[in-house]
């Protein structure tokens, strides 16, 4: 389903990223904006994330999470596999 953007998510697994990342933002009472700034990152980036529109470098996961007060597996746990990476 395309997000209120317009544009999808690349994947299930940028979905439920992004999913997390904007539970744990609201958890904490933070804009996009402050978040961003928390991470060192642009506020649309942040935007993208949450979308689950940006498919995050391990740099990048790092910073979100630094910015969110979490260890960075707790983001990545147990995220569903890409389709392309499924062996079954």
């Given at each position: 389903?395309?997000?209120?953007?317009?544009?999808?998510?690349?994947?299930?697994?940028?979905?439920?990223?992004?999913?997390?990342?904007?539970?744990?933002?609201?958890?904490?009472?933070?804009?996009?904006?402050?978040?961003?700034?928390?991470?060192?990152?642009?506020?649309t980036?942040?935007?993208?994330?949450?979308?689950?529109?940006?498919?995050?470098?391990?740099?990048?996961?790092?910073?979100?999470?630094?910015?969110?007060?979490?260890?960075?597996?707790?983001?990545?746990?147990?995220?569903?596999?890409?389709?392309?990476?499924d062996?079954?």
């Amino acid at each position: 389903m395309p997000s209120p953007k317009g544009k999808a998510p690349l994947s299930p697994t940028t979905a439920e990223f992004g999913r997390r990342v904007r539970e744990r933002r609201n958890e904490l009472g933070l804009s996009q904006e402050a978040l961003a700034d928390a991470c060192g990152l642009h506020w649309t980036f942040i935007g993208q994330v949450e979308r689950g529109q940006r498919n995050l470098a391990l740099h990048n996961i790092v910073k979100v999470a630094a910015g969110l007060g979490v260890d960075p597996g707790r983001l990545v746990a147990a995220l569903p596999v890409p389709a392309e990476l499924d062996p079954d």
